[in-house]
């Protein structure tokens, strides 16, 4: 009998049997298509004898050991539910489903309240296909004991930063896919600043591809040493077999996404958090796939013309603005899961979050372990004024200040980059101008507003200015 199954052979999910088998756990594997679910089999060599390949649901849960666990990889959505469905009456009392997808959190919150039917655990994964085979990092979210009950196969099959396992139990229901959700929006704001400083560079100071590749090898090996700018120097630096190009140079400039980044603007505009960064990346790929008005806008409006004068330093201002850049985004994003936290009622392990995010993910970083280490020292609000990080974040201004004020000058447009200083500048100001806004709220609506000078709601002269 196998120790637990899996359900969806896609790119993930194989990944996934394939690490589960060579942990030592024996498995049970179905897919929609029967001929890959045997196909897979007969590919994995010597880890074959660990695997049970299963024609149909019920021969799979029939491989199982009771109680029963069953990871589901497919696509997120209906596909979800319609499984849940499937299982549900050949499972027993005690039995557990995993949805490993990338589910949006609500829809996990609703399963995870079904109570008729089996338990039900919702985890983020993260690491790609990578990680899938070799260590992701693992965000849990469900019934505690349920998490318990299969905690030493994730852990097993999970990420270890310097021995730890990169996976955790984060709360009840959605906790771990609205974690996994956040850790999304932050990979685009990452990976979005990450494309601005490459704008700068490559239409700034006409760097080429290869050139650039080698300024992200240099950067990933100071204070930015992260996956995604490791990635972006090896993307950068890539030939095109076909056309012995810059690999960059011949891929169109057009981003899609499949969710997650958006639904974390969304749950943030929800939430009243403020996650500009992450939203200003979203955008961003939203107009870069309105291809054909850009091409308009550049006919219409004109391309603007550079000339970069002062181009001494401006690499090393790069360095600095996109240290300060990701410190915003992450002080936003852990913002955002405060108030989440508070919201659903999850006491989100804030430390417990960033050390998950060290290893096997994709935004893993040098810069987690000190955040992790920030967040461990004690409740500082914003993450921006933990020890270390305000110190970086001052002494990284000038050259923040300078690259957006390039980037405004020079029509390099970097929304991420913007939105990220916009924040800190408005975090840093403690006479704002939301006075002017209520203001004009009472003018127009009766709103009132709060006086500094006394208690209470008050409205202003209106009656007398007005006409
Ligand atoms: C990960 C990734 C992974 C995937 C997402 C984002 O953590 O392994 O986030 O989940 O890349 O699907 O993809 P989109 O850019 O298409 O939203």
Redesign the pocket.
């Known amino acids: 009998m196998a120790e637990i199954g899996l359900v969806g052979l896609g790119t993930m999910g194989a990944a996934l049997a394939l690490n589960i088998a060579e942990k030592g756990f024996d498995i049970a594997v179905a897919n929609r298509t029967t001929s890959r679910t045997f196909a897979f089999h007969e590919n994995a060599g010597a880890l074959k004898g660990r695997i049970t390949p299963c024609e149909s649901i019920p021969a799979l849960v029939d491989a199982l050991e009771s109680p029963r666990a069953i990871i589901l990889m497919v696509p997120a959505g209906q596909v979800v539910d319609d499984y849940i469905a499937e299982l549900t009456p050949l499972l027993a009392p005690g039995d557990l489903i995993i949805d490993a997808g990338?589910a949006n959190f609500k829809d996990t919150r609703r399963r995870a309240a079904a109570s008729d039917g089996p338990m039900f655990l919702g985890i983020g994964?993260?690491?790609?296909e990578e990680?899938a085979r070799h260590g992701?990092s693992i965000m849990g979210g469900g019934d505690r004991a349920a998490w318990d009950r299969v905690a030493p196969v994730l852990s097993a099959i999970a990420a270890k930063f310097e021995g730890t396992p990169c996976a955790t139990y984060m709360g009840t229901d959605g906790a771990g896919h609205f974690v996994?959700t956040v850790?999304?929006g932050i990979?685009?704001a990452d990976m979005q600043m990450i494309a601005e400083t490459y704008g700068v560079m490559r239409d700034g100071l006409g760097m080429s591809a290869p050139e650039i590749g080698q300024v992200y090898a240099r950067w990933n090996e100071g204070p930015l040493q992260s996956y995604l700018i490791e990635i972006s120097g090896k993307v950068a630096a890539a030939t095109d077999p076909e056309t012995g190009k810059p690999m960059l140079d011949v891929i169109l400039d057009r981003a899609?996404?499949?969710?997650?980044?958006r639904w974390t603007a969304i749950e943030a505009q929800m939430l009243g958090a403020p996650a500009t960064t992450i939203e200003a990346a979203v955008a961003a790929r939203n107009l870069s796939s309105r291809l054909p008005e850009r091409r308009e806008g550049a006919a219409r409006l004109g391309e603007p013309s550079r000339s970069i004068h002062d181009t001494d330093g401006v690499i090393d201002a790069l360095e600095q603005a996109l240290l300060a850049g990701k410190i915003a985004c992450y002080a936003q994003g852990f913002g955002l899961l405060d108030m989440a936290s508070e919201e659903y009622g999850w006491d989100l392990p804030m430390p417990e979050i960033a050390k998950v995010w060290r290893a096997g993910?994709?935004i893993r970083s040098a810069m987690l372990d000190d955040m992790a280490r920030a967040l461990e020292a004690g409740p500082h609000g914003n993450l921006l004024f933990a020890s270390g990080f305000s110190e970086r974040m001052i002494e990284a201004d000038a050259s923040f200040r300078r690259i957006v004020a390039l980037g405004a000058t020079q029509g390099l447009p970097m929304p991420a980059f913007s939105a990220a200083l916009a924040y800190v500048d408005g975090l840093r100001q403690p006479r704002g101008t939301a006075n002017m806004l209520q203001g004009q709220r009472d003018f127009f609506g009766a709103h009132g507003f709060e006086r500094l000078d006394a208690e209470g709601a008050h409205h202003g002269p209106w009656a007398m200015t007005a006409g």
């Open positions: 990338n994964v993260s690491g790609g990680g992701p996994k850790h999304n990979e685009y899609g996404q499949k969710g997650t980044g993910c994709i």
